[in-house]
Structures are given as structure tokens and as C-alpha cells.
């Protein structure tokens, strides 16, 4: 039966809070005792995930050089979460959710370095059609660093739809767009937001588009036009974490 290892205090407690479900049990070094490893061991017995004492050598081993720093979660395979879990996932963000949306975002090393990204900024999911977009490969679980494992990933029949239903819990979406009047540096994108990024060359669907309550463009100073997807990405939500932090 195969499965996933993942290891580090803060990416297997992330786990435990975000998606349980995957985890099978958790083996933990023989002896050791800090707070840190103590709060994940909790989580563990707050979803009953069975927890095995085994000696560090083992951990070494299945950790492959790795920094276990003590413990390792043996996974279920990577795979998308489906649409009932959308809600889920919103209901327990608190009030200003933080979403990541993806339109036609193909590239398997594109989908690994946005679910990098999204990790750090604190997104709450990231979603994307089930049609035009990566699967959520070896390529996207190397490239994320541990985030595909860690930063719910929602694959969706009809995106328009998914979008309506956003709008009607109040989060606000935003589309990117390079010929959009509005600039990623003077619109307000505090609270509850959902960001929609779209393929490299083609930019969202014209279905997408028409679903967005505005559109944003990233100022560009140089010759090229464009950047790759992760990147742009990267700005974008990071400007809205900096929003959002100094709104507090």
C-alpha cells in the first residue's frame, strides 16, 4: 500500500490542523520530550491519529537526510480534495478568508511553486478546475517543498459556479488581468478575499473573467509584458498579506 512521508514539527503539525484525514499515524523519537513536538502530539490525540514510539535511526532512515526534528506523519498519496470540502475548509478560516484560485494553470512545476507560495502567505485554499489544470504530481509535491501536503488543494467541476458561491459567503474576487486599469498597489484587498490567477499566455476564461467583482493588473516598468504564473503569484498575494497586516 503506498504512501507519503512527511516530516518537520511545524509541516506535520499543519497537516494535523488542516487535513487529518491524510495522515495514517505518526511515528515519534523514542525519548524525546519539548513543547514543540508536545502540541503536535496533542493534535494527534485530538483527531485519534495512532502515534508510534520508534528509535531516531529509523527516523533517519525514512526521513532520507531529511530534518524530521523528531517526528514523521505517514501520509495517504497526495491527492485533491472535492467540492464538499470547500465548505469546510471556509467555515473554519475565521472572517477574512484568504483564497487562491487558479484558471488553467497546467504546468505541474507551476502548480508546486503556487502551492509554495500559498503555504507562506497563509492561504486558506487554493482551488482549480478539474479540467486544464496540473494533477497534483511527484513534479508539484518536489517543487512545493511540503507544501501540497499541507495547503488544501480543491479541484472543482464548474469554476463560474465555485466563484458565485464564494461571492455569496462575502469574499470579494479578484481577478488578474495585464490590461486591467486597476493597479495590484492601489486597490484595497483587505478582508475576505479570493485571488484568481490564470494560465500563462491566455489569462482566465472569458466565464472566469465575467465572474470577477474587479480586475487587477501588476504594474510592469520593463520590456516584457508578462510574468510566469508562480511569480506573479508570489506579488500578488504577498501584497495582500502586507494589506492585511497593516489593516490590523
Known amino acids: ?34 513543547d514543540r513536538l508536545q502540541e503536535v502530539l496533542s493534535q494527534a490525540e485530538a483527531q485519534q491519529v495512532r502515534v508510534h514510539e520508534v528509535p531516531r535511526a529509523q527516523l ?19 491527492k485533491a480534495l472535492n467540492e464538499k470540502a470547500l465548505g469546510a475548509l471556509l467555515d473554519l478560516a475565521g472572517p477574512a478568508p484568504l483564497v487562491l484560485v487558479l484558471d488553467g494553470v497546467t504546468d505541474p512545476h507551476n502548480l508546486g511553486a503556487c502551492l509554495r507560495t500559498a503555504d507562506a502567505a497563509g492561504v486558506t485554499v487554493v482551488i482549480a478546475p478539474k479540467d486544464k ?18 495547503v488544501p488543494y480543491v ?5 463560474a459556479r465555485t466563484l458565485q458561491s464564494l461571492q455569496s459567503r462575502g469574499i470579494w474576487v479578484t481577478g488578474t488581468a495585464g490590461e486591467a486599469d486597476g493597479s495590484l498597489y492601489q486597490t484595497d484587498l483587505t478582508g475576505p ?13 472569458r466565464l472566469t473573467r465575467e465572474n470577477c467583482d474587479q ?34
Do not use: W, Y
Open 1 to 34: 500500500m503506498s504512501h507519503t512521508d512527511i516530516f518537520g514539527l511545524h509541516a506535520v503539525n499543519s497537516l494535523l490542523k488542516r487535513n487529518p484525514g491524510r495522515v495514517r499515524a505518526l511515528l515519534v523519537q523514542q525519548g524525546r520530550q519539548d
Open 60 to 78: 533517519d532512515q525514512r526521513a532520507g537526510g531529511g530534518r524530521h526534528q523528531g517526528v514523521i506523519a505517514e501520509c495517504e498519496p497526495l
Open 193 to 205: 478575499q479570493a485571488l484568481v490567477m490564470g494560465a500563462e499566455g491566455k489569462g482566465m476564461r
Open 215 to 248: 480586475l487587477i493588473s501588476i504594474p510592469m516598468a520593463g520590456e516584457v509584458s508578462s510574468l510566469n504564473v508562480s511569480v506573479a503569484t508570489g506579488v500578488c498575494l504577498f501584497e495582500m498579506v502586507r494589506q492585511r497586516q497593516q489593516s490590523r
Open 155 to 159: 479541484q472543482v467541476t464548474n469554476l
Open 133 to 150: 489544470s496540473a494533477p497534483l504530481n511527484a513534479t508539484v509535491a518536489k517543487v512545493a517543498c511540503g507544501a501540497a501536503e499541507v
